[in-house]
């Protein structure tokens, strides 16, 4: 199985969305009263968290790189 890069930022937008979902079933199954625009502040939220999450992480990973490449190639030697 070929591995893949762990993406927080999909994985939030997924447990928000996934709570909207639960939000409208439960009001589908007569469990509570939802109101129409209730849940376009969650998903909204979610979005904006979840694009904070991946910038966030894709800072990280970049910076990642940016250090395994200084460490194994040092470059030329200018010193004299």
């Known amino acids: 199985m070929l591995r893949h890069e762990f993406q927080p930022g999909k994985l939030v937008v997924g447990l928000f969305?996934?709570?909207?979902?639960?939000?409208?079933?439960?009001?589908?199954?007569?469990?509570?009263?939802?109101?129409?625009?209730?849940?376009?502040?969650?998903v909204v939220f979610g979005l904006l968290l979840a694009?904070?999450?991946a910038g966030v992480s894709g800072a990280i990973r970049r910076h990642r790189r940016a250090g395994r490449r200084s460490t194994a190639d040092p470059g030329p030697d200018i010193s004299g």
């Not at 009001?27 to 849940?39: I, P």
């Open 51 to 53: 694009g904070v999450v």
């Open 17 to 42: 969305l996934a709570v909207a979902g639960v939000v409208y079933a439960g009001d589908a199954g007569g469990l509570w009263v939802t109101e129409w625009f209730a849940v376009i502040p969650l």
